[in-house]
């Protein structure tokens, strides 16, 4: 009689009409508009602050070699008293942040999230992790160096490697890089779509760091954010 009764409890439970469960499904169907694009869109920005607060690591990590060669970048010093100034290897982007790899600790904060590469296990020459091998070098280095760097003020040192520019030239530092005019600013020298949509993270040698788009980047790189000896353009060194 107790199984009977229950049962006939649960047979008179009331169930959704077709029309109410075609209503449930049009707000979930609609809330997953609203939500879906949002979840999507928030990826890219997780990106670029984990690639900014790379930057920011590298920044004072380059500080930290820094002191104890004379407040100079690696590539302001030469071989023999410890630098990468004109070594054979100094036109390699990734040569100058393996030469701070102390300082850096790990590969992983020379990668950013959105690049398509993939990021080194440690500094070592491994074929499956080792950032020095071929398999990695550039392929696991998502950032750019500029040869201007100074213990304070603004200059630029370092930026997302999704960046035009000029044409090769010799650099006194590096070697062979690549050129950028900046007064005027060149229309090539802008950010593509390979990273950020159209945007980066520029690295200032007192560790700041901005996050800027194409139509700011005229305005950030001025003759405060960049100084070095070629007066109305730069070098910068790519991992490519």
């Known amino acids: 009689m107790t199984k009977l009764t229950r049962f006939h409890y649960r047979s008179g439970q009331r ?7 075609l209503m449930i499904l049009t707000s979930v169907a609609a809330l997953a508009l609203i939500v879906l694009p949002v979840l999507a869109n928030s990826r890219p920005r997780s990106d670029r602050v984990i690639c900014a607060n ?3 690591q590298i920044g004072m990590a380059l500080q930290l070699w820094s002191n104890d060669h004379n407040d100079s970048a690696p590539w302001e010093v030469t071989p023999a008293e410890g630098g990468t100034q ?5 036109n390699n982007v990734w040569f100058h942040f393996y030469w701070i790899s102390n300082e ?3 590969p992983k904060i020379l990668f950013c999230p959105s690049d398509s590469g993939r990021p080194a296990r440690d500094f070592g020459n491994s074929p499956d992790g080792g950032y020095i091998h071929s398999n990695f070098r550039n392929a696991a280095t ?11 003020g603004s200059a630029m040192i370092a930026m997302d490697r999704n960046l035009g520019y000029d ?16 007064k005027p600013l060149s229309p090539k020298f802008r950010w593509n779509t390979s990273l950020h949509n159209s945007a980066g993270n520029l690295l200032r040698s007192d560790g700041r760091v901005d996050q800027i788009s194409n139509t700011s980047l005229g305005d950030a790189l001025n003759s405060e954010l960049i100084s070095d000896s070629e007066g109305d353009s730069t070098h910068v060194l790519f991992p490519r």
């Open 142 to 152: 998502s950032y750019l160096l500029s040869h201007a760097f100074e213990r304070s």
């Open 104 to 106: 850096l600790q790990s």
């Open 54 to 56: 790379n930057l920011r």
């Open 15 to 21: 169930a959704f009409t077709r029309a109410e469960l």
């Open 167 to 182: 044409a090769a030239a010799n650099c006194n530092r590096f070697g062979v890089v690549w050129y950028v005019q900046i």
């Open 86 to 90: 004109q070594h054979p290897l100094a």
